[in-house]
């Protein structure tokens, strides 16, 4: 039941549309299928590294050194709003596509870099898995629970991004993406430069 509570909860935040959703969608859109693959391999790191200092509590470690959350959420925030305006810009500059052919080759580290960067950049991510923690997981619970949970977390993530990138690589929604492709681009830039400026303006 504990378990199972963990896969809802983390499947709903999945879904929930968001920087690491946005960035594999872009890469899927504009790259061959290995480079959107090796982005949310780098995004699921991220979501390891979360719950990992979820599970050992780094809510306690905010509250107890508030400048360490206000730190994480100002290069978080800051990143978030150089990677949306670099998108914006790159779209505003390139010439609409027309092929599939003319997909964008990016190097695989920098896709796993860009993955794991942007799940990182969100310390949001750790107060949410904390308090998914703290909700599912009453006092006393076996150790082991804990890297249960984890590993629930990334099969969930792993089954959400896999399913994500086969949807969004079908020949149909590719060529309905390359129709509309600037526009859709500098939306997506848009909305980082917006997430990444809520990020540093909230007061948590």
Do not use: E
């Amino acid at each position: 039941m504990f378990l199972l509570s963990v896969a809802t909860i983390w499947a709903l935040a999945c879904i929930t549309p968001g920087p690491n959703t946005l960035l594999v969608m872009r890469y899927a859109l504009t790259a061959p299928r290995r480079v959107p693959i090796v982005a949310a391999t780098g995004t699921i790191t991220g979501t390891f590294c979360w719950g990992l200092a979820g599970w050992l509590g780094i809510n306690v470690l905010f509250q107890t050194a508030p400048f360490a959350y206000l730190a994480l959420k100002i290069v978080g925030g800051l990143y978030l709003v150089w990677l949306g305006a670099k998108i914006f810009l790159d779209a505003r500059k390139a010439r609409q596509a027309t092929d599939l052919a003319q997909r964008v080759d990016v190097p695989l580290k920098t896709a796993y870099r860009m993955g794991l960067a942007t799940n990182l950049a969100n310390p949001k991510s750790a107060l949410f898995v904390a308090s998914l923690f703290a909700a599912t997981m009453p006092a006393g619970t076996p150790f082991f629970y804990g890297l249960g949970a984890i590993a629930v977390m990334l099969v969930v993530s792993t089954v959400y991004y896999a399913c994500l990138i086969g949807l969004i690589t079908h020949p149909t929604t590719a060529a309905g993406y390359l129709k509309a492709k600037k526009k859709i681009d500098v939306g997506v830039g848009l909305i980082f430069v917006g997430f990444g400026t809520r990020l540093l303006l909230s007061q948590r």
